[in-house]
């Protein structure tokens, strides 16, 4: 994965305030998805507007920290995984972890995004996180197919695609216990598709 260009360290004060933009951003986005009001964030956090702006001038600035956030912490799963053949279902399944109750997350992939004036047509940062998502788990799915665990046929673009299905099965049960069975049962189904014919479904622990 390309490395952003080095910037100078912020100050103690900056880097609290960013911190803590963050923290709450997470938090408004999971609960009310990506077009929740920043004001909203900016009172969670405690600072004030011009300090939000500051820090993060547009709405896919502040996004796009979120979810390099994700991608960084599926790829510190991946390095503790390591060299393992089932490290791909443990990746697959953190990722899957990551967005089951986050809707921000759910609808980077699953809904169109609101324009802004540097994207009219809509934030690309959805595409932005699933090149990076390929390139970490391209190296664990090729091991798991050549230890049997996963079909010959699964591409990594494939598993981008996984995802965007087990999250618009969460949007869908999000809120309705009664549909949390339906969700559990759907992923169930998706798994063993992704299973080699005659295989234990990919996400087993008998497979790991």
């Given amino acids: 994965m390309s490395t952003p260009e080095a910037t100078p360290p912020l100050r103690a004060d900056a880097r ?13 986005f999971a609960d009310e998805g990506l077009g929740a009001p920043l004001d909203r964030i900016a009172k969670l956090a405690e600072v004030g507007r011009a300090t939000l ?6 709405r896919e600035d502040l ?3 979120i979810f390099q956030d994700n991608l960084d912490e599926l790829e510190a799963v991946a390095k503790q995984a390591g060299d393992a053949p089932g490290a ?5 399944d953190a990722a899957v972890a990551q967005q089951r109750d986050n809707l921000g997350i759910i609808e980077l992939f699953t809904r169109p995004q609101p324009a802004t004036d540097e994207h009219p047509d809509g934030l690309e940062i959805a595409a932005q996180v699933r090149v990076p998502w390929s390139e970490i788990i391209r190296e664990p799915l090729a091991r798991a197919q050549a230890a049997g665990l996963v079909r010959d046929d699964l591409e990594p673009e494939d598993t981008g695609a996984l995802l965007v299905m087990t999250g618009a099965l969460a ?4 809120g309705r216990p009664e549909a949390e069975l339906r969700y559990t049962r759907i992923l169930q189904l998706l798994r063993d598709a992704v299973a080699p014919a005659g295989g234990t479904h990919p996400l087993d622990p008998a497979a790991g």
């Fill in 16 to 28: 609290r305030n960013r911190d803590a933009i963050l923290t709450a951003a997470r938090q408004v």
């Fill in 171 to 174: 949007a869908g049960s999000r």
């Fill in 88 to 92: 791909f279902l443990t990746i697959f």
């Fill in 63 to 65: 996004v796009r920290a």
């Fill in 53 to 58: 702006y500051r820090r993060f001038p547009t």
